[in-house]
């Protein structure tokens, strides 16, 4: 059956009431529910990925980050990173943990990448984050 016709099957199912704009009423306000769920899971500071994302809301990865670009005009990977790094920061000035413990507490499985993702997104190195971070606590 094709697409038009299967369009129209349902809306004859659904009866004179419904029409095509109101389903896609309903699909946006669905989509506009889902985007609140992922964006609650992704502030939530869980450690998820897209792949996880993707199974939890039953998308493709590729479909789940097209939604959530269209959406939010940012991307996932992205927003997923930066909330990791910002997490690594908050442990930085929070805990006595290495630089390598935050990275794996974060879900870099390799310091170095942490180490190097955490430098272009705060332009410093996370040891010399946390020691200026720390001082001006002290000062201010």
């Given at each position: 059956?094709t697409?038009?016709?299967?369009?129209?099957?349902?809306e004859?199912?659904?009866g004179?009431?419904?029409?095509v704009?109101?389903?896609r009423l309903?699909?946006?306000?669905?989509?506009?529910?889902?985007l609140r769920?992922i964006?609650?899971?992704?502030?939530s500071?869980?450690?998820?990925?897209?792949?996880d994302?993707?199974?939890e809301?039953?998308?493709?990865?590729s479909?789940l980050?097209?939604?959530?670009?269209?959406q939010?005009?940012a991307?996932?990977?992205?927003?997923l990173v930066?909330q990791?790094?910002h997490r690594?920061?908050?442990?930085?000035?929070?805990?006595?943990m290495?630089?390598?413990?935050?990275a794996y507490a974060?879900?870099?499985?390799?310091?170095?990448?942490?180490?190097?993702a955490?430098?272009?997104?705060?332009?410093?190195?996370?040891?010399?984050y946390?020691?200026?971070m720390l001082?001006?606590r002290?000062?201010?």
């Amino acid at each position: 059956m094709t697409r038009s016709k299967q369009s129209s099957s349902i809306e004859q199912s659904l009866g004179p009431a419904s029409s095509v704009n109101e389903g896609r009423l309903l699909t946006a306000a669905a989509q506009d529910e889902r985007l609140r769920k992922i964006l609650e899971i992704i502030e939530s500071g869980s450690l998820c990925t897209i792949g996880d994302l993707a199974l939890e809301f039953r998308l493709s990865a590729s479909h789940l980050q097209h939604l959530f670009k269209a959406q939010t005009g940012a991307r996932l990977g992205r927003r997923l990173v930066e909330q990791r790094l910002h997490r690594a920061a908050l442990l930085l000035l929070q805990s006595n943990m290495s630089v390598k413990e935050v990275a794996y507490a974060v879900g870099y499985k390799h310091p170095p990448s942490f180490v190097r993702a955490f430098e272009r997104f705060f332009e410093q190195a996370p040891g010399h984050y946390r020691q200026e971070m720390l001082m001006e606590r002290r000062i201010g």
